[in-house]
């Protein structure tokens, strides 16, 4: 018998249970990818090109056999499973929004054909963990307190390419045309190696260097002190179960980096739970704070996404962004901070401008992130709580390096000067003076929040 194994955000044969499952059902297997245009067209030039390369190695280590074809889920499984004859068809679950409602549709469309959803891209299923009363939990800690004793004993499945006897998708004309994957996108951005072995490399290798130090490094945006994992947890070529098997242990920096995965599941379930929460305010009284729209808002929005607020931090990172595809956490929620209380932009708009840059880019945890900045989220920062860009710069960043590195017009100061250079004797004249006066946007801010 056959099985079908649509690959969607697990680009891997390593720690694979729906190879497993597909074994239990049949002898051979056929791989499948589809090119869906809904989850494509968002995407963005960035996040397309990557998916490619994962998609080109996942073809590689399956001996070629990947079978890619473009279109509508709900029709081109069912039709690809006629094809070759297949009795079931296998994935990892789905739990976003869009995810969710495909997979419906295609389990309605499979009819006799069994449709098996084995195990999901978290550490734990969206949905599973709630309150002793069934309610889902809205704060973080008492979450990760269960959340821990759940992933007590996840291990590694043990499978590789060789675990299914792969077929040859041209061995049988499998209806919609199938295409190869097609050609990279044009980039701007100086992406990071895709692909499983890539992933693992790179994960090998923080393992060695960074891991026990974690802690204390993991907001030092000068030093490359996290993991930068989280595109290939995006697009599966390593699932966390792997992570957290190498992250056992009592060291501070394993302890921080399971809480770090534990986040990336929590936003999952808040998702699931609250699909909306992409979209909408997570705490609905934020709907009532007054903000900033129009044509002179829009412009502010563009001198942060172009990096030219005269906030050296803020513009260090969204040049960033723009540059290599990823920010770092800290300044993430810097750069956020900024968009909603100083300038007191809507956050989807920045969001949004996430979304389209971002190798990582993560409905999940991109919307979650945002809120939390903006306070709306669940457990959000509160929002008397404003973050400084000059403070965060001279903290995070003590030497001035990752803004000299970013910001080409402040190469030549030296030292943490670099984060005011508008106290220089001499100020550059090719880089901007700080669009907005902190202190009194930090009071404007307050002022919009009280009058709620
Ligand atoms: P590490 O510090 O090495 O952490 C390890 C892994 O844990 C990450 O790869 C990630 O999967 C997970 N993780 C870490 N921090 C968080 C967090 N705060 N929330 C959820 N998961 C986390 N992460 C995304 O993957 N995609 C996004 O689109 C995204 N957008 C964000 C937007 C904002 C405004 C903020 C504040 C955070 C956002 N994050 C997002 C979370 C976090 O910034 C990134 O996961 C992290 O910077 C990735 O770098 P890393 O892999 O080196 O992280």
Redesign the pocket.
């Given at each position: 018998s056959t099985a079908v194994v649509w690959f969607r955000r697990d680009l891997r044969v390593h720690d694979q249970p729906m190879f497993l499952a597909a074994k239990e059902r049949a002898t051979k297997a056929l791989a499948l990818f589809v090119l869906d245009p809904t989850l494509l067209e968002p995407a963005g030039p960035r996040r397309t090109a990557f998916l490619f390369r994962c998609l080109r190695a996942l073809d590689d280590d399956l001996g070629g056999r990947l079978l890619v074809v473009k279109g509508d889920p709900a029709d081109v499984v069912p039709r690809i499973a006629q094809a070759v004859g297949a009795d079931s068809v296998h994935v990892a679950g789905d739990f976003g929004p869009y995810g969710r409602q495909r997979d419906e549709a295609v389990e309605k469309a499979l009819g006799d054909v069994e449709f098996v959803r084995t195990g999901s891209p978290y550490l734990t299923l969206p949905g599973s963990i709630t309150k002793s009363d069934g309610d889902p939990y809205k704060v973080f800690t008492p979450f990760s307190r269960e959340w821990t004793k759940r992933v007590a004993d996840a291990a590694p499945a043990v499978t590789d390419a060789g675990t299914l006897s792969w077929m040859d998708p041209g061995e049988k004309d499998g209806g919609p045309r199938a295409v190869r994957v097609p050609d990279d996108p044009a980039v701007d951005a100086e992406l990071p190696a895709a692909g499983e072995k890539a992933a693992r490399e790179n994960w090998e290798a923080?393992v060695d260097e960074h891991l026990t130090d974690?802690d204390d490094m993991?907001n030092r945006p000068d030093r490359p002190g996290?993991?930068?994992?989280?595109?290939h947890?995006?697009y599966g070529t390593v699932h966390?179960r792997t992570?957290l098997a190498d992250a056992r242990g009592t060291g501070t920096g394993a302890a921080s980096?399971r809480n770090?995965?534990c986040?990336?599941d929590?936003?999952a379930h808040v998702l699931w739970w609250y699909p909306r929460s992409a979209r909408e305010n997570f705490d609905p009284k934020f709907d009532r704070i007054p903000l900033d729209t129009g044509k002179a808002a829009e412009e502010r929005f563009r001198a942060w996404q172009e990096g030219r607020t005269g906030f050296p931090a803020v513009d260090a990172a969204m040049r960033q962004l723009q540059g290599e595809a990823?920010?770092?956490?800290r300044m993430?929620?810097t750069v956020?901070s900024f968009l909603v209380k100083d300038l007191h932009l809507p956050w989807w708009w920045?969001?949004r401008h996430?979304?389209n840059l971002?190798v990582?880019?993560?409905l999940?945890?991109?919307q979650?992130?945002?809120q939390?900045?903006a306070g709306s989220g669940t457990d959000a920062a509160p929002y008397f709580r404003v973050f400084n860009p000059v403070t965060q710069g001279e903290r995070f960043d003590p030497q001035g390096d990752y803004v000299r590195r970013w910001v080409p017009e402040l190469a030549g100061i030296e030292g943490k000067k670099v984060h005011q250079p508008w106290k220089l004797d001499q100020p550059p004249t090719d880089y901007p003076a700080p669009m907005v006066d902190h202190k009194a946007e930090r009071l404007e801010a307050l002022d919009r929040f009280n009058r709620l």
């Open positions: 923080f974690y993991r996290t993991s930068r994992m989280s595109m947890l995006k966390p992570l980096f770090e995965l986040f990336r929590f936003y990823w920010m770092h956490n993430r929620m956020a920045g969001a996430f979304l971002l990582d880019g993560d999940a945890s991109n979650h992130g945002w939390w900045s």
